[in-house]
């Protein structure tokens, strides 16, 4: 979809969309593979050495987040290196190669966070946010009506508003 968009985007002369992918989900991948295959592991002391790292971007300026965001770059391009090694000894089919190839696949939107500091390095506050519609759901299921079941989505609606906008949701009602 982004490629088809970004061709019109072309012939009207705007900037390309770009492709972000979460590194959270490519972590967990190695992560799963680690049981069977220990050399999942300087994958994820890797994302772990990331990770610190990006925790620590909060407090500091632009200019030296820059900075650390661009050792960030060359920590993944020496795991994409190695996960390319690894993708020719392991199989496809594999937790491991599996891993390898989502990472190695997926680079360019893994790594795209590093060239800007306002994007994120994963997409887990997004999904967090989404975390209480599914619990949700089986709540729903006993909604006896539709006028219910829509006024519960209207109502969750505001309260994750609310929660977004940093307002006391009970003080809002």
Not at 9 to 34: G, M, P, W
Not at 43 to 62: A, C, D, G, M
Not at 107 to 136: M, Q, W
């Amino acid at each position: 979809a982004i490629r088809i968009c970004n061709k019109e985007r072309d012939k009207k002369r705007l900037q390309k969309l770009i492709t972000l992918y979460c590194n959270a989900h490519a972590r967990r991948k190695f992560v799963e593979s680690l049981p069977t295959t220990p050399e999942a592991e300087y994958f994820i002391k890797r994302y772990t050495q990331i990770y610190k790292i990006e925790n620590s971007l909060k407090f500091i300026s632009k200019s030296a987040r820059k900075k650390l965001r661009k050792k960030k770059r060359t920590i993944m391009k020496k795991m994409k290196r190695l996960a390319e090694r690894y993708k020719k000894e392991f199989s496809s089919k594999s937790s491991f190669g599996v891993a390898c190839n989502y990472f190695t696949r997926n680079f360019d939107g893994l790594l795209a966070f590093t060239f800007n500091v306002k994007l994120p390095i994963d997409n887990n506050h997004a999904e967090r946010l989404l975390r209480s519609p599914v619990v949700g759901r089986k709540t729903w299921l006993g909604t006896h009506s539709k006028q219910g079941a829509e006024t519960s989505a209207i109502l969750f609606s505001i309260m994750q508003s609310c929660r977004l906008n940093k307002v006391n949701p009970r003080k809002y009602l």
